[in-house]
């Protein structure tokens, strides 16, 4: 699984990466082709103003390789008439074509038509000088050209491409290292090294070799913005898949944790039932015995040690079913308002035999001024018990336990400390699960269920409180229980 999931996310980011440097790319084609139509249209602009500067715009239409025109003769009349362009020692001039008819001389040799072709071949001496000057220019960039002109052709060409924010530009002679413009002087070292280029009027045949230059400070958020919905979907994914991985593994070390906590919970259950099973069993062969049951003294004995052994079997099978019925909140809790401190007086008093024998102390310290809580009297005897219980049981050597209350705010809290075992943070994090039991090394003498604590929570819950415990190995434990606090039918 974990394979898997490695596999799937490095398919992922490689996905991610793939649409990156995909959409990197058409970004770059889609500048450097905007640049290129710039140029062009630098170079178009730049062929009309030098046109209309020479008021050459004559009636011609390119068709076939010919020039074809309209002229009228000295009889008036409207000829259409093709030429063909051919360069001459005189310069370049216009030869009437096959198409002009069937006699060309006398067509050539008309006053009118001839003025007419005069001065069309005039203009087109003076066009072709003009692609000369075009082809041929040494001009500055500086009358080629206005920062302007280039900045608005650069803006409508990007937005033609879908790309509309914001720029830096220049125009740098690469030969020379040196750039011929620059809106921004703190800018040059960016656009020097950027890839965003294009060459300016690339038909020059002389003259210096010049590159359009841009830069997008906010490219990587624009670039961003283009995929962020794929990025987004992507990384909720592999979220979900994390998360379902997660708690899949989870829920496989909990069931396994609370598998092997059912077999020891199993197994513990087996030797208490077992041990009061055999007891019985013993004293019921004894009772069979006919010398056994004339003697009254040793009936009454084998008697009494059938009816504690029975009633350890019922007190075990209780704990057990009142655990189930809690868990399934069929147990109805008989509220009634009761002095808290009287509780743990009574339920002290009944643990305090246990102690003495070992020998240990148990002291209690009720601080609380407010004693009164709404509960089930049963119940909260039993979490109490339950706590001093385990106190004395995690004592290896004699119990040293303390009972204490103070009243915090409108709750009051009890306490109760011992300096036995302690626990260690995985301890903590699970004491209050069904069945689980703290580990004591070598030491076996410790029984019960693993459901105490389980059930001291759920019925402190049920009061409206909380349970908590601090602890650590070799120290002891301390566990607070927090009630609210009541007073009379308020």
């Given at each position: 699984?974990?394979?898997?999931?490695?596999?799937?996310?490095?398919?992922?980011?490689?996905?991610?990466?793939?649409?990156?440097?995909a959409?990197?790319?058409?970004?770059?084609?889609?500048?450097?082709?905007?640049?290129?139509?710039?140029?062009?249209?630098?170079?178009?602009?730049?062929?009309?103003?030098?046109?209309?500067?020479?008021?050459?715009?004559?009636?011609?239409?390119?068709?076939?390789g010919?020039?074809?025109?309209?002229?009228?003769?000295?009889?008036?009349?409207?000829?259409?008439?093709?030429?063909?362009?051919?360069?001459?020692?005189?310069?370049?001039?216009?030869?009437?074509?096959?198409?002009?008819?069937?006699?060309?001389?006398?067509?050539?040799?008309?006053?009118?038509?001839?003025?007419?072709?005069?001065?069309?071949?005039?203009a087109?001496?003076?066009?072709?000088?003009?692609?000369?000057?075009?082809?041929?220019?040494?001009?500055?960039?500086?009358?080629?050209?206005?920062?302007?002109q280039?900045d608005?052709?650069?803006?409508?060409?990007?937005?033609?491409?879908?790309?509309?924010?914001?720029?830096?530009?220049?125009?740098?002679?690469?030969?020379?290292?040196?750039?011929?413009?620059?809106?921004?002087?703190?800018?040059?070292?960016?656009?020097?090294?950027?890839?965003?280029?294009?060459?300016?009027?690339?038909?020059?045949?002389?003259?210096?070799?010049?590159?359009?230059?841009?830069?997008?400070?906010?490219?990587?958020?624009?670039?961003?913005?283009?995929i962020?919905?794929?990025?987004?979907?992507s990384?909720?994914?592999?979220?979900?898949?994390?998360?379902?991985?997660?708690?899949?593994?989870?829920?496989?070390?909990?069931?396994?944790?609370?598998?092997e906590?059912?077999?020891?919970?199993i197994?513990?259950?087996?030797?208490?039932?077992?041990?009061?099973?055999?007891?019985?069993g013993?004293?019921?062969?004894?009772?069979?015995?006919?010398?056994?049951?004339?003697?009254?003294?040793?009936?009454?004995?084998?008697l009494?040690?059938?009816?504690?052994?029975?009633?350890?079997?019922?007190?075990?099978?209780?704990?057990?079913?009142?655990?189930?019925?809690?868990?399934?909140?069929?147990?109805?809790?008989?509220?009634?308002?009761?002095?808290?401190?009287?509780?743990?007086?009574?339920?002290?008093r009944?643990?305090?035999?246990?102690?003495?024998?070992?020998?240990?102390?148990?002291?209690?310290?009720?601080?609380?001024?407010?004693?009164?809580?709404?509960?089930?009297?049963?119940?909260?005897?039993?979490?109490?018990?339950?706590?001093?219980?385990?106190?004395?049981?995690?004592?290896?050597?004699?119990?040293?336990?303390?009972?204490?209350?103070?009243?915090?705010?409108?709750?009051?809290?009890?306490s109760?400390?011992?300096?036995?075992?302690?626990?260690?943070?995985?301890?903590?994090?699970?004491?209050?699960?069904?069945?689980?039991?703290?580990?004591?090394?070598?030491?076996?003498?410790?029984?019960?269920?693993?459901l105490?604590?389980?059930?001291?929570?759920?019925?402190?819950?049920?009061?409206?409180?909380?349970?908590?415990?601090?602890?650590?190995?070799?120290?002891?434990?301390k566990?607070?229980?927090?009630?609210?606090?009541?007073?009379?039918d308020?």
């Amino acid at each position: 699984m974990s394979l898997a999931l490695a596999g799937l996310i490095i398919f992922q980011l490689y996905w991610i990466d793939t649409v990156i440097r995909a959409n990197e790319e058409r970004f770059r084609k889609d500048v450097i082709g905007a640049l290129q139509n710039v140029s062009q249209k630098l170079e178009r602009q730049e062929i009309q103003r030098r046109m209309q500067a020479q008021n050459l715009l004559p009636p011609l239409i390119q068709q076939n390789g010919s020039i074809e025109f309209e002229v009228t003769d000295s009889a008036g009349i409207v000829r259409d008439v093709r030429f063909s362009l051919t360069y001459t020692e005189q310069g370049y001039e216009l030869v009437p074509g096959p198409e002009s008819g069937p006699n060309p001389e006398s067509i050539m040799n008309d006053p009118a038509i001839q003025e007419e072709l005069t001065k069309v071949n005039n203009a087109s001496n003076n066009m072709i000088g003009v692609l000369q000057d075009m082809m041929f220019s040494n001009a500055p960039m500086q009358t080629r050209m206005s920062p302007d002109q280039l900045d608005s052709l650069i803006t409508h060409e990007l937005g033609e491409k879908g790309i509309g924010i914001d720029y830096d530009f220049g125009v740098i002679a690469p030969y020379q290292n040196l750039f011929l413009y620059l809106e921004d002087p703190s800018k040059n070292q960016i656009l020097a090294k950027s890839e965003l280029r294009a060459s300016l009027f690339p038909n020059d045949l002389n003259g210096e070799y010049k590159l359009l230059v841009v830069d997008f400070p906010e490219k990587s958020e624009f670039l961003l913005g283009k995929i962020w919905l794929t990025m987004a979907s992507s990384g909720i994914l592999i979220a979900a898949i994390m998360l379902c991985f997660g708690y899949a593994v989870r829920t496989i070390v909990k069931q396994k944790k609370l598998s092997e906590m059912k077999t020891d919970f199993i197994n513990n259950m087996t030797h208490e039932l077992k041990t009061p099973i055999a007891t019985v069993g013993l004293a019921v062969e004894a009772l069979q015995d006919k010398s056994i049951r004339s003697e009254d003294m040793l009936q009454d004995r084998y008697l009494g040690m059938i009816g504690e052994e029975n009633k350890r079997l019922g007190q075990h099978v209780e704990k057990v079913l009142q655990m189930a019925a809690i868990e399934k909140k069929d147990v109805q809790m008989k509220l009634e308002f009761m002095n808290l401190h009287e509780l743990v007086k009574a339920a002290t008093r009944k643990m305090a035999l246990q102690i003495e024998n070992r020998e240990g102390s148990l002291k209690t310290v009720l601080n609380a001024k407010d004693q009164m809580v709404k509960g089930d009297g049963v119940h909260l005897m039993n979490v109490v018990v339950n706590l001093l219980d385990n106190a004395n049981k995690y004592s290896p050597e004699k119990p040293n336990i303390v009972v204490r209350t103070e009243k915090t705010g409108k709750n009051i809290v009890l306490s109760v400390q011992d300096h036995g075992l302690g626990m260690s943070k995985e301890a903590v994090r699970n004491i209050f699960q069904k069945f689980y039991r703290v580990p004591t090394g070598n030491v076996h003498n410790v029984k019960g269920f693993g459901l105490g604590l389980a059930y001291v929570k759920n019925v402190v819950e049920d009061h409206h409180g909380s349970i908590d415990v601090q602890s650590e190995p070799g120290k002891g434990s301390k566990f607070f229980i927090t009630l609210p606090l009541h007073y009379g039918d308020a």
